[in-house]
């Protein structure tokens, strides 16, 4: 028996057919849920709809026209999606669990306690959005690569680049969210989780241009570099949706940058969780 | 000197938890600054159970025995002290002991809520590696005995809670452990569910000689299950020994009831009360609690002296006896708490 | 019927009991302090953004004005639709009730003499004070340094008047939109799915997301008959002066009106459900 090794992978698979078990035992609200994902990206694109009828562009010379920022948002919905999917309802379950003392089960597994917290639900219908990100990631770029002048050319760097740093980026996500989440045994009740990492979050939701003036340098290199949110949307994005050509050496050394910051963030939340245990009490004693 | 399967050696564990106050105003105070106080859990435990035994936990609520079971699985981490299972440490957490023990507890529980027991059952399998014939063997087993077959299919949320419970020990039993810890796994079930728990308990650990360790505020979970009980109170080991011993050990009473031929006068009565105290008088009755040794010299003091129809001597009952050890130590110790403003 | 001495009694008791109810939930709220520090702090986080956004778009359009708004307008405005959201918005109220209903803790309501509305109304505005005593200082040190983007500064007594009234309804009204909601629950468990569609509702057409005179005029007018807009736009609007003076009291009323719909809907579902509970044997 000695010298065992579980095969995580299997491990997820069960815990994957499960959730997917439980979703389809509440159908109806399944498909409710997908509904109102989708209705979401929806008015998100009325949103910027209505905000790219009174200008071309977001932000002066950034490049950030209608479907490069289609691109964009695509790209975040992505990202969002693989988050919410894998992560979210784990997170929320871990505060949950840290609350009510159930979180000793987790430790009693005989597998890595942070794999046993961090993927047990599957959210299947955020995958939803991920649908949604890929067709209108397919359109802009059909847009961009079909317009009559300075049509964009895709690279097949570009390509390859693309679902790698769209990783790195949900890896970045997933630490932030270990870090909150890991926090509640401190903080006690932590229900405003949700909250705190849609404020943070919500840095990565718009090019990172947009924070370079004036003031704004100090809110880019801190959600560059502290808390590299800003990384997660805006390298992927940027690779894809313009030439690699007109990339300029600050951006290809953020991109280096992200693969660092991808396994920093990762080492940082395994430490920060490994403290958070050992702060861990049962609830009842 | 060979170690015990399971050793304790002064074990501590002392939480620090925040005080609430009463009160809005003290609430807001709560804001900025927290009065905190040091609950000393298990205050020094010392203990060898040996490798098939079957050893009952008894105490008071808070005493200590849920800390020490959730310390023996390594769930906490000790203040001091030392602890070995099987030769591991159970705070080390590794997979190799992780595998070979499991622990139920009977207010919490760990199956999906929305999902069938069997596909909770199928994670275990695949968390602890278990081949899909044995899987298969002891699956079928455990339901044969607990009589689950035919609820596997049925959501969790579904079930009674004793065949929750049920669930939750299949749950714990599936990958074989050789100790198992039972956090009181009667708690709130019907007379029926609890008999049918301690039947299979009773079975399975005589089957598989494995070693139990149980908590229970149920005495007779524990006269049906366990030769060797522990009770613990106020964090200590207050006793340790045979079931029939505790009575022995903790008190030096018995009860005496007479049955009076004559009328119970005031009088009588009150010539009564020299041999011991009155525990229940309904005429013509009396039951007196008296010291033992005092018990032949009373006797015969009495019997000369009245006329006496019938005559019992009896050891006091059990859950008696152990309420009185509890309010024993409770009213022996003082209530250590240290108070300190920290932020 | 009680005489006017008893019922005088009645009512004395009842406001000591929701005296009672307001003070309790008052201190739960406080116990949990680190939560609400970080949760006031990051509240601002979103508008800073918002900040980036408009000014990255008004520089990049050319304009200095987008229909009413200009750049600084449009942040004055985010920032009005905060303390609107402040008094509408109701976290956890619905799903609170949700599961009030499937954990059968509706039984502690239905025999305690305490109606479930009224209680729940007590502790949310504990709740909300707890929320603006803590968050008032936070709030009042960003408006002052955002100052600024106020161009047309105070508006006159009388706007200021129907701005707190405005408020003071959008909480109400927020209040039994979302307990409506949540008594669904009676009649449907799984009631997350309709929680997210509202709060996606809300927070597109009520103006939270973007000012809604921004939308072409067929999609403003419709959106301007539902009762959304009242939770966040029509306070700030009439803050800013977009609305006309003359025509804000008009707004309110209806505002006032939906108000008595939702109060009528939340109680004939608590009654409905009740009845339909009771009838279930729980």
């Known amino acids: 028996m000695t010298g065992y090794k579980p095969s995580y992978f299997n491990v997820f698979l069960t815990f994957a057919r499960n959730s997917l078990v439980r979703d389809m035992s509440f159908r109806t609200n399944f498909i409710l849920q997908c509904i109102s994902t989708i209705s979401w990206t929806v008015m998100n694109i009325g949103f910027y709809l209505i905000v790219f009828q009174y200008t071309d562009s977001i932000g002066k010379e950034t490049g950030w026209g209608r479907d490069e920022f289609f691109v964009f948002l695509a790209t975040t919905w992505i990202i969002n999606s693989l988050v ?8 929320q379950q871990f505060s949950e669990l840290i609350r009510s003392g159930n979180l000793d089960f987790a430790l009693l597994k005989p597998i890595d306690t942070q794999f046993a917290i961090s993927f047990p639900r599957v959210d299947w219908a955020a995958l939803s959005n991920l649908l949604m990100g890929i067709i209108l990631l397919g359109y802009s770029l059909f847009q961009l690569t079909t317009k009559p002048e300075n049509p964009l050319i895709l690279d097949w760097r570009a390509i390859l680049m693309y679902p790698f740093y769209i990783v790195c980026g949900t890896v970045i996500m997933y630490s932030v969210m270990i870090i909150l989440a890991s926090t509640s045994v401190w903080l006690g009740r932590n229900q405003t989780l949700y909250n705190f990492w849609f404020y943070i979050t919500n840095f990565s939701r718009y090019p990172m241009e947009i924070y370079k003036v004036g003031w704004g340098m100090a809110l880019w290199v ?20 313009r030439p690699l050509s007109t990339m300029n050496s600050q951006m290809w050394q953020l991109a280096g940058f992200a693969i660092f910051a991808t396994l920093a963030c990762l080492f940082i939340s395994r430490r920060i969780f490994v403290r958070a245990l050992k702060s861990y009490r049962s609830a009842s004693s | 000197m060979p170690m ?76 001091s002290g030392t602890a070995s299972v099987m030769g591991y440490t159970p705070w080390h957490r590794e997979n190799d002991y992780r595998r070979r023990f499991a622990l139920v507890m009977g207010q919490k529980n760990q199956l999906w809520w929305d999902l069938p027991a069997q596909e909770s059952f199928r994670l275990h399998q695949q968390i602890y590696g278990i081949e899909p014939q044995q899987f298969q063997n002891t699956l079928d087993e455990l339901t044969n005995l607990l009589d689950l077959r035919e609820l596997l299919g049925q ?13 939750e020990l299949t749950a714990a039993l599936l990958h074989s452990p050789e100790v198992l810890f039972l956090d009181e796994p009667t708690i709130g079930l019907d007379v029926v569910a609890q008999h049918n728990i301690q039947q299979f308990l009773k079975y399975y650990q005589e089957k598989r000689k494995i070693t139990i360790l149980l908590t229970s505020h149920y005495m007779k979970d ?85 006329d006496i129809d019938d005559l019992i001597v009896e050891e006091p009952p059990l859950e008696e006896v152990i309420a009185e050890v509890f309010t024993r130590v409770s009213e022996s110790s003082a209530v250590q708490a240290t108070e300190d403003g920290n932020c | 019927m009680a005489t006017a001495i008893s019922s005088q009694r009645h009512t004395g008791s009842r406001i000591k009991t929701w005296w009672t109810i307001l003070k309790i939930s008052l201190e739960e709220r406080f116990v949990y302090r680190g939560d609400f520090a970080l949760g006031t702090l990051m509240r601002f986080l979103p508008i800073i953004t918002q900040i980036f956004l408009w000014y990255a778009i008004f520089e990049a359009s050319g304009k200095n004005r987008i229909e009413a708004y200009t750049a600084n307008g449009v942040v ?46 007590i502790t949310r505005i504990a709740h909300k004070l707890c929320y603006y005593a803590i968050a008032l200082i936070p709030f009042a040190f960003v408006f002052y340094l955002c100052r600024g983007f106020f161009e047309s500064g105070w508006p006159d007594v009388q706007v200021l008047c129907a701005y707190f009234l405005s408020l003071i309804l959008g909480f109400l009204l927020g209040f039994f939109i979302e307990a409506s909601l ?101």
């Open chain 2, 155 to 167: 959501p969790v949320r579904e079930l009674s809670l004793g065949e929750r419970m049920k669930m």
């Open chain 3, 182 to 282: 949540g008594l669904v629950s009676f009649w449907f468990l799984e009631v997350t799915s309709l929680i997210f569609v509202y709060n996606l509702l809300n927070f597109f057409l009520s103006g939270h997301m973007f000012p809604l005179d921004l939308l072409p005029v067929w999609a403003s007018e419709f959106v301007s008959l539902l009762p959304f807009q009242y939770l966040a736009y029509y306070p700030a609007a009439i803050f800013l002066g977009t609305i006309p003076p003359d025509q804000i009291w008009q707004g309110l009323a209806v505002e006032a009106c939906w108000l008595v719909i939702f109060i009528i809907i939340a109680r004939v579902m608590l009654n409905r459900g009740i009845h339909r509970y009771s009838g279930f044997g729980g």
């Open chain 1, 84 to 91: 919410q999917t894998f992560f979210m309802p784990n997170a």
């Open chain 1, 222 to 241: 801190f959600f560059t570099f502290l808390v590299p949110v800003l990384l997660v949307v805006n390298i992927p994005a940027r690779i894809m949706a």
């Open chain 3, 76 to 121: 004055a405005y985010y920032m009005l639709t905060m303390i609107s959201r402040a008094f509408s918005s109701m976290p956890g109220l619905c799903s609170g009730i949700t599961l009030l209903v499937r954990d059968g803790e509706i039984k502690k309501y239905l025999i305690q003499p305490i109606d479930l509305l009224g209680f729940l109304l």
């Open chain 2, 222 to 306: 524990v006269a049906a299950l366990c030769k060797r009980v522990v009770i613990i109170a106020d964090g200590r080991i207050q006793y340790d020994g045979s079931l029939s011993g505790i009575i022995d050990e903790t008190t030096n009473r018995k009860l005496v009831t007479l049955q009076f031929a004559d009328p119970l006068t005031d009088q009588l009565m009150n010539s009564l009360k020299r041999f011991g105290t009155v525990v229940r008088h309904e005429a013509p009755r009396v039951t007196l609690g008296v010291t033992r040794d005092d018990v032949p010299a009373m006797l015969t003091a009495i019997l000369d002296a009245h």
């Open chain 2, 4 to 79: 015990a399967l399971i050793e304790l050696h002064n074990l501590q564990k002392t939480y620090r938890v925040y005080q609430k106050k009463e009160g809005l105003r003290a609430s807001i105070k709560g804001l900025f600054k927290r009065t905190h106080k040091d609950v000393h859990a298990v205050k020094g435990i010392d203990l060898q159970v040996e490798q098939g035994e079957f050893v009952a936990f008894l105490g008071p609520n808070g005493a200590g025995k849920t800390t020490t079971l959730k310390l023996l699985s390594g769930v906490i981490h000790p203040t």
